[in-house]
C-alpha cells in the first residue's frame, strides 16, 4: 500500500494523464488503497488546478480534462527524452514563432533532467541531421539554454566571442533578452568590461559560462529588446523605408512578417499596405517579398522597385516568358500572375538574391557591438 501521499498523488496524477477514463476502483487497485482515499486525492488534485472530472453510472469514472490553465505534467523517462529532443531541435533551428518559448521550456526541463537521461538525449542528437534550409546558423542547444537560464535567473554571464572579422575577445556580460529573427539568434546584453549595452549573435559565442554572480537587471534604453536589437541593425546599416501593398488581407499576412518588419495596414477587405525602415539588402527583400506567396505591388524605394523588376524578369526568363516581358518602367513593381516585368533596370540586382545575406537581415556588419 502507498502510504506516502506526495508519492501517490504524483502516482495518480501520472495515470490520469493517460488519455482514459479510469474507474474509482481500478485507480484503487492501482495505488493500494481504498475508493474513499481515492475520492480524496482527486479533491486534493482539483484544490492544486487539476481539472478532474467524474462521470457518474456503471461505466463512469475520473479522466482529466482541459481546464483554463496548463497544469505541471508528469512524465516517465521516454516521454522526457522526446520533449527535450523536440525542444533542441526547435531551439537550434529557430522554429519560427516559438523561438524563444522553446528555449524557455528546453531550459526549463534540462534543469531537473537526471544525468542518465540527459545523456541519452545527446546521444540521439549526435546521431540525427536535421535537414535545414540553410539560410540561417545552426545554434548547440546547451548555448541557448545555459545563457537562457543566466537571462532568467539575472545571473552573469561569461563567454568567448568572434566577431564579424573574425576577432575573438571574452566578454562579461549582464544577460537582458534572447532575441530571435526567425534566421538567427541574438543576445541583448551589458557588457561590463565596456559599460555600454551590446548584442551579440548566438552563433559567434563559443564556451559559455553562468558565473553564479547575481545581478539587479538594469534599463534597456529602448526599454524593449526587440525594437533595440532593430534599431543596433540599422545603426550598422544603410536603411530605407519599404512602401509594399499586398493583394491579401492583413491578419493573413501578419503572422507571415518577422516582428522588426511591424504589421501591415488593411487597406480594404482584400488588401494591405506595409511602410517599415528596414536595413535588409534590397536583393534579399525582393526575395523576401516574393516568398510571402502573395501578389504585390512596391511602392518604394525606387531602387527596390527595380529589383522586383529585374527579378520578374529573370524569373519570367527562366520560364521561358522573356518574350511577353512588358516594356516601359513603371513607377511601381508589382509581382503576381499579371506583373509586368519589364527589362532589367540600369541599376541591377545582384545574382546572388535567392541565397539571402550573410548575417540576420540583410548581411551588415554585427549589429550593436560596437568596437572590440
Not at 516568398?291 to 524605394?301: E, I, K, S, W, Y
Request: proline content about 8%; glycine content about 10%; overall charge negative.
Amino acid at each position: 500500500m502507498t502510504t506516502d501521499t506526495p508519492a501517490r498523488l504524483l502516482t495518480l496524477l501520472s495515470l490520469l494523464q493517460t488519455p482514459r477514463e479510469w474507474p474509482g476502483g481500478e485507480l484503487a487497485q492501482r495505488l493500494g488503497v481504498s475508493r474513499r482515499t481515492v475520492r480524496r486525492d482527486i479533491d486534493r488534485l482539483r484544490e492544486l488546478g487539476y481539472p478532474v472530472q467524474a462521470t457518474l453510472g456503471a461505466e463512469g469514472g475520473y479522466r482529466l480534462v482541459a481546464g483554463k490553465a496548463m497544469p505541471p505534467l508528469v512524465l516517465d523517462d521516454e516521454e522526457a527524452v522526446a520533449i527535450a529532443v523536440g525542444l533542441r531541435a526547435g531551439a537550434g533551428h529557430a522554429l519560427e514563432g516559438v523561438e524563444e518559448a522553446s528555449v524557455r521550456a528546453l531550459a526549463k526541463l534540462e534543469q531537473v533532467l537526471p544525468g542518465r537521461l540527459r545523456h541519452r538525449v545527446s546521444t540521439l542528437q549526435a546521431a540525427t541531421t536535421p535537414l535545414t534550409s540553410g539560410d540561417g546558423a545552426n545554434i548547440a542547444p546547451e548555448t541557448l539554454t545555459v545563457m537562457a537560464s543566466t537571462v532568467a535567473g539575472h545571473e552573469r554571464l561569461r563567454f568567448a566571442y568572434r566577431a564579424a572579422d573574425g576577432t575573438e575577445s571574452r566578454r562579461l556580460t549582464e544577460p537582458y533578452r534572447l532575441v530571435s529573427t526567425g534566421r538567427r539568434w541574438y543576445l541583448v546584453a551589458y557588457d561590463l568590461d565596456r559599460a555600454d549595452w551590446r548584442t551579440f549573435r548566438v552563433d559567434r559565442v563559443s564556451e559559455p559560462f553562468a558565473t553564479g554572480a547575481r545581478f539587479a537587471p538594469r534599463e534597456l534604453p529602448t526599454g524593449d529588446a526587440a525594437e533595440y536589437l532593430r534599431r543596433s541593425m540599422h545603426r550598422h546599416q544603410e536603411s530605407y523605408a519599404l512602401d509594399v501593398t499586398f493583394a491579401a488581407p492583413a491578419d493573413v499576412v501578419a503572422p507571415q512578417l518577422p516582428p522588426w518588419l511591424g504589421t501591415p495596414e488593411p487597406q480594404d477587405e482584400h488588401s494591405c499596405r506595409l511602410g517599415a525602415t528596414v536595413g535588409d539588402a534590397k536583393e534579399w527583400m525582393a526575395v523576401r517579398l516574393l516568398l510571402l506567396g502573395h501578389d504585390f505591388t512596391v511602392h518604394g524605394p525606387e531602387e527596390l522597385v527595380d529589383c522586383v523588376r529585374e527579378l520578374g524578369a529573370r524569373m519570367s526568363r527562366a520560364a521561358g516568358g522573356a518574350a511577353a516581358a512588358a516594356t516601359g518602367p513603371p513607377s511601381a513593381a508589382s509581382l503576381g500572375p499579371e506583373a509586368a516585368t519589364g527589362p532589367p533596370s540600369a541599376t541591377g540586382c545582384a545574382a546572388e538574391a535567392a541565397t539571402g545575406p550573410a548575417s540576420a537581415t540583410g548581411g551588415a556588419a554585427e549589429p550593436g557591438t560596437g568596437p572590440a
